[in-house]
């Protein structure tokens, strides 16, 4: 059973639209993320969750809005998507902070 | 906030040589010093980590150790292998916040 699953695995899709990235984590975590590697491979925190409570929002544009309908799920909608919104988004979830996150396969978004 | 600081960005070693990357943080308060490890195409996954009331910690051919005086940490890999190629990153962190990441060194064993 995959512990921590995104969909879609690969996103392609045209500057100006809105798009939205799906987590689910079965390991009874309290906690969840969502991280952005950029081409240069640097992992950047986005957001952190905490029994569906937003605890970390890093600067990042309010074109990102995460949601946690329940402590097992995070999702991440992206409004009016530019070219620099491509890199790999990660999804993470740990039993609570500052214990081991177990990461997601990661989605692929390519903004042309 | 927190920075830390990661050298080198790339390393190569032959096989059954050792391995050392090294940290550097800025914030005293962090306590929490984790390393993952990414292939390539592949999530990051978490090899080791140390609290900041240890000063060494070694699993298998990992170590790692930390220096809280110089606020620096390190990773020791010995008898490196081809599959230890990979991308490794050093991150710190303290309660409620998040998980600070360097850069990532890129290691590459050949046989």
């Known amino acids: 059973d995959t512990a921590v699953s995104q969909t879609p695995k690969y996103l392609v899709t045209q500057m100006g639209n809105d798009k939205s990235i799906k987590c689910e984590q079965n390991?009874?975590?309290?906690?969840m993320y969502w991280y952005k590697q950029d081409s240069k491979k640097f992992l950047k925190i986005m957001f952190s969750?905490?029994?569906?409570?937003?605890?970390i929002n890093e600067t990042v544009p309010n074109r990102f809005s995460p949601k946690s309908p329940d402590k097992a799920h995070l999702n991440l909608h992206i409004n009016s998507l530019e070219l620099g919104d491509s890199a790999v988004y990660f999804c993470a979830s740990s039993h609570r902070q500052l214990d081991t996150q177990y990461f997601g396969p990661g989605t692929r978004l390519t903004v042309l | 906030g927190e920075n830390v600081e990661q050298h080198p960005s790339t390393l190569s070693v032959q096989e059954g040589d050792s391995a050392v990357i090294k940290c550097t943080y800025s914030?005293?308060?962090?306590?929490?010093f984790p390393w993952y490890k990414q292939e390539l195409g592949k999530r990051p996954q978490l090899i080791i980590d140390i609290r900041s009331n240890v000063g060494e910690k070694k699993d298998q051919r990992i170590a790692v150790t930390l220096n809280k005086t110089a606020k620096h940490f390190s990773l020791h890999i010995t008898e490196t292998q081809p599959e230890d190629s990979a991308v490794y990153f050093c991150?710190?962190?303290?309660?409620?916040?998040?998980?600070?990441f360097g850069k990532g060194t890129t290691l590459s064993v050949s046989s």
């Open positions: 969750y905490n029994n569906k409570e937003l605890i």
């Open positions: 390991l009874g975590h309290d906690t």
């Open positions: 991150a710190a962190s303290k309660a409620g916040t998040a998980l600070i």
């Open positions: 914030d005293s308060a962090s306590n929490y």
